[in-house]
């Protein structure tokens, strides 16, 4: 079953309710170690990912070193005519120890990584963290310089909560289009009521009202919901986790044998907000895997029974 799509304004092609997050694409933090077998190996999980009918690839200037979106023209050049079937997205602002949204930094940082991608234009460019020491003011004025010089299509945010989203919309013309946001089954906060002793941030609900799609970034927290790892017993969230993949794997039956991570996966999916979680994978295998998951529905007791086993807690 194909995967679902969802339309991004200011984008030409519908994209995937299913991403690559390409941060270990190169396989190397270092760009002086990408060999021949560093490219081979991110040639064949960019292929398995179209196989799979993933469209969206998600990058940032930092990974790899820069490395990743390096490798990554490989790949377009090893499947002549992709381009204009994919969208690309890219991050800026994190540099070496600190954060950086100067407006010299991000315009020199787009033409970087077009350069790198070896494409002409950038189809979301997001703000990787929020910066304390920028001005939101200056930073929407050359997001929206990037817009109407043609380099960029569509604006968006990660790791911003709603004031910080809200003092850069302020200013911004073009619309910001994603928030890119680590969520999980292990990670709460962003649906309007957190983890038991934990309150929630919001995110969700402003991205629902703004009209802003969810990326999700680590969608099975960190590896753990895959249920492949054994967790160590001395592990802070050890309890909680267990308890978690415990669950996922009761329901693996009723959903054809689903995987605890493909089930993961569609409890983000079923959430109206339209998240787009990001498997950060190099493995085939599993990239396919993913894909699978997306077509299945959970029911609404089913997602409920997963959010009261993440919290520890029944719902109020």
């Known amino acids: 079953m194909p995967i679902p799509t969802t339309k991004l304004p200011s984008v030409d092609v519908l994209v995937t309710r299913i991403a690559l997050g390409c941060m270990g694409l190169s396989g190397t933090w270092n760009p002086a170690e990408v060999g021949p077998e560093n490219i081979r190996k991110a040639i064949v999980s960019f292929e398995a990912a179209l196989e799979a009918g993933i469209n969206f690839f ?12 390096s490798i990554f023209k490989e790949c377009l050049a090893a499947v002549p005519g992709i381009r204009e079937k994919i969208v690309i997205a890219s991050k800026v602002g994190i540099r070496k120890g600190y954060y950086d949204h100067s407006p010299a930094y991000i315009r020199s940082s787009i033409r970087g990584s077009l ?33 109407d010089q043609g380099l960029v299509k569509a604006i968006g945010i990660s790791n911003y909560y709603p004031q910080q989203t809200l003092a850069l919309r302020r200013f911004l013309k073009a619309p910001i289009v994603s928030n890119q946001i680590s969520i999980s089954l292990l990670r709460l906060d962003p649906i309007y009521e957190g983890a038991a002793g934990h309150g929630g941030d919001g995110v969700l609900d402003q991205c629902e009202e703004l009209g802003i799609l969810p990326l999700a970034y680590s ?7 895959s249920g492949r790892r054994e967790v160590p017993a001395d592990h802070h969230d050890a309890k909680r986790i267990t308890r978690v993949v415990e669950a996922l794997k009761e329901m693996s039956k009723e959903y054809g044998d689903a995987t605890p991570g493909q089930i993961a996966t569609a409890w983000l999916l079923r959430h109206p907000s339209g998240i787009i979680p990001l498997i950060g994978s190099n493995s085939p295998g599993h990239i396919k895997e993913a894909a699978e998951g997306a077509s299945i529905e ?19």
């Not at 998600?58 to 979106?69: P, V």
């Not at 991608?117 to 929206?144: C, F, K, S, W």
């Open 115 to 147: 350069d790198r991608l070896g494409i002409d234009v950038m189809d979301i460019y997001q703000i990787h963290r929020p910066d304390p020491l920028a001005n939101p003011e200056e930073t929407a004025a050359v997001l929206d310089e990037l817009v």
């Open 298 to 316: 959970l029911s609404r007791t089913d997602w409920y029974k997963l959010w009261v086993a993440a919290r520890g807690e029944a719902v109020p």
């Open 58 to 69: 998600d990058h940032a200037d930092i990974y790899g070193g820069t490395s990743c979106e």
């Open 219 to 225: 969608p099975l927290g960190g590896g753990w919901l």
